[in-house]
C-alpha cells in the first residue's frame, strides 16, 4: 500500500512538472498577413558617423517626439492623386532621443501595419518638442521646428506594398546635422534623412504553398 501511494505521488509530481514546462515554452509568433494585403515596417535609427564642423557644438542629446507618420499611396492613373493613410505608431506618440540610437547603433520599431497592396511614393513625419543637451552648456534647449508639426517632414521615397509580403522602410535621421545654430544662439531643425527599403519575404506562407 504504502508502495503504491508513493507511486501516485511520483506520477503527481511529475504531472505536475511536465504542466510547468508546457506552460513556460515560448509559443510562435503568428506571422500571417491577411490575405489581399501587405505589411510595412517602419522603423527609426541614426546611422550616421560623428559629425562636427566649424568648431560646432557636441550634442548629447537631440530629442525629437514623433507623434504621427502618414504615408502615400499612389492613385491608378494621372488624375487619381491617390490618399493619405495614417499609421498606427506602435508605442504612441513618444520622445526618441537620437544620439542615443546613434551610440547604442539602435533602430526602434515605429510602426507596423497591413496596408493594400500598391504603389507608395512618400512618407510624412510629424514631429514637435524637438530639443538638444550641450556638452559644457545648457540641457533641454528647445529647438524650433519650421512647420512639420502641422504639416510633417515630407520624405520622397517610392515603395511597393506586395500583398502577402513585408516592406521594412528605415528612417535614417542624422541628428547632428539636422540641428543648425542660427546667429542669434537659437537652434532649428533643418532635417537630414535617408531613407532605406527592403521586402522580406513571407517564408511561411511559401512553405505552405509548397507542401
Known amino acids: 500500500m504504502k508502495k503504491k501511494f508513493v507511486v501516485i505521488l511520483a506520477l503527481f509530481i511529475f504531472a505536475i512538472f511536465i504542466s510547468g514546462c508546457i506552460n513556460i515554452l515560448p509559443t510562435q509568433e503568428d506571422d500571417s ?21 566649424n568648431d560646432s557644438e557636441i550634442y548629447l542629446k537631440v530629442n525629437i517626439t ?47 501595419v497591413e496596408l493594400p497592396p500598391g504603389k507608395y511614393t512618400q512618407i510624412r513625419l510629424f514631429v514637435k518638442d524637438a530639443s538638444v543637451d550641450i556638452e559644457e552648456g545648457d540641457s533641454g534647449v528647445p529647438v524650433e521646428i519650421p512647420s512639420a508639426d502641422q504639416t510633417g517632414i515630407k520624405l520622397i521615397h517610392p515603395s511597393e506594398i506586395i500583398e502577402g509580403e513585408t516592406t521594412e522602410l528605415t528612417i535614417d535621421f542624422d541628428a547632428e546635422k539636422s540641428i543648425i545654430k542660427t546667429g542669434n544662439g537659437t537652434y532649428k531643425l533643418m532635417p537630414v534623412i535617408k531613407i532605406t527599403s527592403t521586402i522580406v519575404i513571407n517564408t511561411t506562407e511559401n512553405d505552405n504553398e509548397n507542401e
Open 33 to 53: 498577413i491577411t490575405p489581399g494585403k501587405g505589411r510595412l515596417k517602419i522603423y527609426l535609427a541614426d546611422s550616421s558617423e560623428k559629425y562636427k564642423a
Open 66 to 112: 514623433i507623434y504621427k507618420i502618414e504615408v502615400h499611396l499612389a492613385g491608378e492613373d494621372e488624375e487619381d492623386e491617390g490618399e493619405w493613410i495614417e499609421l498606427e505608431l506602435n508605442n504612441g506618440e513618444k520622445i526618441f532621443d537620437l544620439i542615443d540610437l546613434k551610440n547604442e547603433g539602435l533602430s526602434v520599431l515605429l510602426s507596423e
